[in-house]
């Protein structure tokens, strides 16, 4: 059985990594059976120094491995002799070559990076800036002046290098550019590699942390369908950022699998068509957001590349993707999985036979039950809150935040979702809604979700939320531009479909935008402060 499997037998993608596991084994000593992520990532980018790592979709620049390494290396070898090996440290990048340098050698070096989005608002940059201390932050140039400034009012004063190649020469200036010597010196798998900050949609963002173990089990899962190794596909393309859990995905398995990255540091819609048509990706992985702009800015020979797209993030309404089917060629695999970062990645990716409504079935590197509120586990065809079990990929905790983890855990040591699922006969599964989001009224459970979605199926609704009042649900409407919609509008749908008790009993605000994360998901915590106080004000 492959290391990384707990349940069935081992696909090609797993076989594949345990041949680079067994011969970085036969370069050890006898009695060290370690290996670290950073060791893999080193190994196999110094194997296939020659390949394409990525291409720069702003600037068309082909980069090779070698040519990350000679950046990467120097920047761990510095940080090392700085001091910061065990360190935490800030990434508040974009995607290019000199973010995916200073990625890499991040972790080649042993510090621990938190990545930070670059749209990051002062509030969330001071939050994590005197939650986690980091001692340096790697940035852009035009960031520099707004972090000084906040910094000048924080406790923790860490020192500022911009990722550019002037600042990143003078940076690893005292240090050998040699890349054929260097080695990697920590290779305990239980250690943490990097840290990323957690939605935020309910309280303040966390910190999740990662470790070299959990990622290397992850490695694998993004071409779970695929046959051909090494390279399952040829150009991958990365739209999402750095504190997204999908980047470090395939920043960490395209090198492994020897697969090119396609990024930009600009993706705006009209960016990234011109690149998809000058560079022609064969796989995508997309937010629903996303998705649903490139269905309807995108052409059929736009996309005509694309063999694989996988969409994540959030469960896609059945029009955009058979909007995005209707775009995309007749024979590619679309199909929306499921993951999260407390998983270190994906828990299910849905083969090229999964309808579109269904996220595939659990893969085979956790033990999984469905269980109702009572924590009893349900048949099949009935709904329960997805517990998981992996002595492989599960969160090592948060940072600072013992009780957020431990909230989060079964009696016995299981992880709550907080996604509610059935599964069919198969084993298929089916996302319902998110447990985690449920409120009271009158002693029912109130879905959030379930609400927003009939709300929502009102024309010119653009975006809705519903959140908890002292007098029942509320709701909070963003309209559609030169659309004229009323809360009788609104209230006759919610009571000609739902039961008595979900009724909007707390009101309707239309407002002209709601809270939302750092991640662009929206905030529920905000969300129910904000619609309170319109509410409130309007009484």
């Given at each position: 059985?492959?290391?990384?499997?707990?349940?069935g037998?081992?696909?090609?993608?797993?076989?594949?990594?345990?041949?680079?596991?067994?011969?970085?084994?036969?370069?050890?000593?006898?009695?060290?059976?370690?290996?670290?992520?950073?060791?893999?990532?080193?190994?196999?980018?110094?194997?296939?120094?020659?390949?394409?790592?990525?291409?720069?979709?702003?600037?068309?620049?082909?980069?090779?491995?070698?040519?990350?390494?000679?950046?990467?290396?120097?920047?761990?070898r510095?940080?090392?002799?700085?001091?910061?090996?065990?360190?935490?440290?800030?990434?508040?990048?974009?995607?290019?070559?000199?973010?995916?340098?200073?990625?890499?050698g991040?972790?080649?070096?042993?510090?621990?990076?938190?990545?930070?989005?670059?749209?990051?608002?002062?509030?969330?940059?001071?939050?994590?800036?005197?939650?986690?201390?980091?001692?340096?932050?790697?940035?852009?140039?035009?960031?520099?002046?707004?972090?000084?400034?906040?910094?000048?009012?924080c406790?923790?004063k860490?020192?500022?290098?911009?990722?550019?190649?002037?600042?990143?020469?003078?940076?690893?200036?005292?240090?050998?550019?040699?890349?054929?010597?260097?080695?990697?010196?920590?290779?305990?798998?239980e250690?943490?590699?990097?840290?990323?900050?957690?939605?935020?949609?309910?309280?303040?963002?966390?910190?999740?942390?990662?470790?070299?173990?959990?990622?290397?089990?992850?490695?694998?899962?993004?071409?779970?369908?695929?046959?051909?190794?090494?390279?399952?596909?040829?150009?991958?393309?990365?739209?999402?950022?750095?504190?997204?859990?999908?980047?470090?995905?395939?920043?960490?398995?395209?090198?492994v699998?020897?697969?090119?990255?396609?990024?930009?540091?600009?993706?705006?819609?009209?960016?990234?068509?011109?690149?998809?048509?000058?560079?022609?990706?064969?796989?995508?992985?997309?937010?629903?957001?996303?998705?649903?702009?490139?269905?309807?800015?995108a052409?059929?020979?736009?996309?005509a590349?694309?063999?694989?797209?996988?969409?994540?993030?959030?469960?896609?309404?059945?029009?955009?993707?058979?909007?995005?089917?209707?775009?995309?060629?007749?024979?590619?695999?679309?199909?929306?999985?499921?993951?999260?970062?407390?998983?270190?990645?994906?828990?299910?990716?849905?083969?090229?036979?999964?309808?579109?409504?269904?996220?595939?079935?659990?893969?085979?590197?956790?033990?999984?039950?469905?269980?109702?509120?009572?924590?009893?586990?349900?048949?099949?065809?009935?709904?329960?809150?997805?517990?998981?079990?992996?002595?492989?990929?599960?969160?090592?905790?948060?940072?600072?935040?013992i009780?957020?983890?431990?909230?989060?855990?079964?009696?016995?040591?299981?992880?709550?979702?907080?996604?509610?699922?059935?599964?069919?006969?198969d084993?298929?599964?089916?996302?319902?809604?998110?447990?985690?989001?449920?409120?009271?009224?009158?002693?029912?459970?109130?879905?959030?979700?379930?609400?927003?979605?009939?709300?929502?199926?009102?024309?010119?609704?653009?975006?809705?939320?519903?959140?908890?009042?002292?007098?029942?649900?509320?709701?909070?409407?963003?309209?559609?531009?030169?659309?004229?919609?009323?809360?009788?509008?609104?209230?006759?749908?919610?009571?000609?479909?739902?039961?008595?008790?979900?009724?909007?009993?707390?009101?309707?605000?239309?407002?002209?935008?709601?809270?939302?994360?750092?991640?662009?998901?929206?905030?529920?915590?905000?969300?129910?402060?904000?619609?309170?106080?319109?509410?409130?004000?309007?009484?």
């Amino acid at each position: 059985m492959s290391h990384a499997v707990l349940r069935g037998i081992a696909n090609k993608a797993q076989i594949y990594l345990d041949g680079i596991l067994e011969t970085l084994l036969l370069s050890k000593h006898e009695n060290d059976i370690n290996i670290s992520l950073s060791e893999i990532l080193l190994h196999c980018m110094n194997a296939n120094r020659s390949g394409i790592f990525m291409i720069n979709g702003s600037t068309n620049e082909y980069i090779s491995n070698e040519e990350i390494l000679k950046m990467a290396i120097p920047i761990a070898r510095a940080l090392i002799t700085k001091g910061y090996s065990g360190k935490h440290v800030m990434v508040i990048l974009r995607n290019d070559q000199y973010m995916a340098a200073v990625y890499y050698g991040l972790i080649f070096s042993g510090a621990i990076p938190i990545l930070i989005d670059p749209n990051s608002t002062d509030y969330e940059f001071t939050h994590f800036n005197a939650l986690i201390g980091p001692k340096i932050i790697f940035c852009e140039q035009k960031k520099v002046a707004d972090i000084t400034e906040i910094l000048g009012k924080c406790i923790n004063k860490p020192e500022i290098v911009v990722a550019d190649c002037n600042a990143i020469n003078k940076f690893t200036e005292n240090v050998s550019s040699n890349i054929d010597k260097f080695r990697i010196t920590h290779v305990n798998v239980e250690i943490p590699v990097l840290m990323l900050p957690t939605s935020g949609s309910t309280g303040l963002p966390k910190a999740a942390i990662l470790s070299h173990g959990a990622l290397i089990a992850q490695l694998p899962t993004l071409w779970t369908h695929h046959s051909r190794f090494p390279r399952p596909t040829n150009i991958a393309m990365l739209v999402s950022t750095a504190q997204w859990m999908t980047h470090t995905s395939l920043m960490l398995a395209c090198p492994v699998y020897q697969t090119t990255l396609l990024m930009t540091p600009t993706p705006n819609i009209d960016c990234l068509l011109k690149m998809i048509r000058q560079h022609k990706p064969t796989w995508a992985l997309l937010g629903p957001t996303f998705a649903n702009t490139l269905a309807t800015a995108a052409s059929t020979d736009d996309l005509a590349s694309l063999e694989t797209v996988l969409t994540t993030g959030a469960k896609p309404g059945p029009d955009i993707m058979k909007s995005l089917k209707r775009k995309l060629p007749q024979n590619v695999n679309l199909c929306n999985g499921y993951g999260t970062t407390e998983t270190h990645g994906f828990i299910t990716i849905p083969d090229k036979d999964t309808p579109f409504e269904s996220n595939g079935k659990i893969l085979n590197i956790f033990e999984y039950k469905l269980c109702n509120e009572s924590g009893e586990e349900v048949g099949q065809n009935e709904h329960g809150q997805l517990y998981l079990r992996s002595e492989l990929c599960m969160l090592q905790g948060y940072y600072k935040n013992i009780k957020a983890y431990e909230e989060c855990l079964s009696n016995d040591g299981w992880w709550k979702t907080g996604d509610i699922f059935y599964q069919n006969n198969d084993g298929t599964m089916f996302f319902v809604e998110r447990q985690k989001f449920w409120f009271k009224y009158l002693n029912y459970q109130i879905s959030p979700e379930e609400l927003e979605a009939v709300i929502g199926s009102v024309a010119g609704v653009k975006e809705c939320v519903v959140v908890e009042t002292d007098k029942g649900p509320a709701a909070g409407v963003v309209k559609q531009p030169n659309y004229d919609i009323s809360e009788n509008d609104i209230n006759n749908i919610v009571n000609s479909t739902l039961s008595e008790y979900k009724r909007l009993r707390g009101g309707i605000a239309f407002v002209t935008s709601l809270p939302r994360t750092h991640s662009g998901k929206l905030h529920r915590a905000d969300c129910r402060s904000y619609i309170n106080k319109v509410l409130g004000c309007l009484e």
